[in-house]
């Protein structure tokens, strides 16, 4: 979802909205009680930070997380609506579709919560629900899974392969210490910024994701420099002379070539749509047949 214009996210948002729509059964577009609800409090945002991390236990293809961010949500939702009519209207409301990475789900439950302390208008949440959580699926993207996980993995792997215990305690540490930061802290600063908070997203949620990206890419590549290992063993004769392939030919040209060829041809695979199994279980002949053969 990175790199994505603002015309294709604006697009994706209008897709989104008519898939809430779809699912909707709230025919009202306002509370009938209009005065503002008390403010939460820090215990409130926090416990609908906990219950956030059952967004996805019950997704489905119609409505996806639309269950656990209810789940999230109720608590705040009771005590913010006394009248029995709003908070069935309200939970209606967020019973419809909703998809967004789920690390960052807080941030817009915290935006959601303040509005609906607010009273405001129930098309006005929606909208805001949905423009909201394309954005932050990509950032989450290119944030945890290209930039984060490479990260923590590689300094895990590293200790690991070292025969140390420490490596999967240290990226366990590492992933979740930075994960449930984020969690917790942008569930207060949803909250306690609001919609002001939509703005400044709209403004940098490119720019974080590119940057992001950027970042993810370059771990990546070092990860295939440092843990990817091939090489051969042919030596080619030419006349009266023999040229080694590793040594001779692809060490001058650029060292880890071997292994750069070999990760985008796997790559090359995935993105065909070839099944990750069926890939591993090449690489496994491969790796047998260049080892009898004595080519690797």
């Known amino acids: 979802m990175a790199f994505e214009s603002t015309l294709e996210m604006d697009a994706k948002a209008e897709r989104m909205l008519a898939k809430a729509e779809a699912t909707s059964t709230v025919v009202a577009d306002e509370y009938e009680d209009q005065a503002p609800a008390a403010e939460l409090t820090r215990k409130d945002i926090t416990r609908m930070a906990w219950r956030s991390l059952a967004l996805q236990a019950s997704f489905n293809y119609e ?12 608590p705040s939702l009771r005590k913010i609506h006394k009248n029995d009519e709003d908070l069935s209207r309200s939970m209606k409301l967020h019973m ?5 990475h789920p690390f960052l789900v807080t941030f817009i439950m915290g935006i959601v919560l303040a509005m609906e302390k607010s009273k405001e208008r129930l098309s006005v949440i929606r909208a805001i629900k949905v423009a909201t959580m394309g954005p932050m ?4 993207d290119a944030l945890f ?15 690991a392969m070292e025969g140390s215990l420490a490596g999967p305690v240290l990226f366990l540490v590492l992933f979740n210490a930075v994960h449930f930061g984020l969690r917790f802290g942008l569930a207060h600063y949803g909250y306690s910024a609001g919609t002001k908070a939509i703005s400044a997203l709209k403004e940098h949620t ?11 890419l370059t771990v990546v590549g070092g990860l295939i420099a440092t843990f ?18 590793q040594q001779d030919l692809f060490d001058p040209i650029m060292p880890k ?7 985008l041809g796997v790559f090359s695979f995935i ?11 090449g690489i496994v002949v491969l790796g047998i047949t260049g080892a009898y053969l004595g080519f690797l």
């Open 206 to 216: 490119q720019k974080l994701s590119h940057a992001a990206t950027i970042v993810g």
């Open 63 to 74: 409505r996806m997380q639309a269950a656990g961010w209810l789940y999230g949500l109720i």
């Open 145 to 159: 899974w290209l930039t984060l996980l490479p990260i923590c993995a590689a300094l895990g792997i590293s200790l």
């Open 271 to 281: 993105k065909r749509g070839v099944s990750p199994l069926k890939v591993i279980g």
């Open 137 to 140: 699926g990509g950032i989450g």
């Open 257 to 263: 070539l071997l292994p750069l060829v070999f990760t």
């Open 228 to 245: 990817v290992n091939l090489n051969t063993t042919l030596v080619l004769e030419v006349g009266q002379a023999t040229v080694a392939l």
């Open 96 to 100: 419809e579709f909703y998809n967004t």
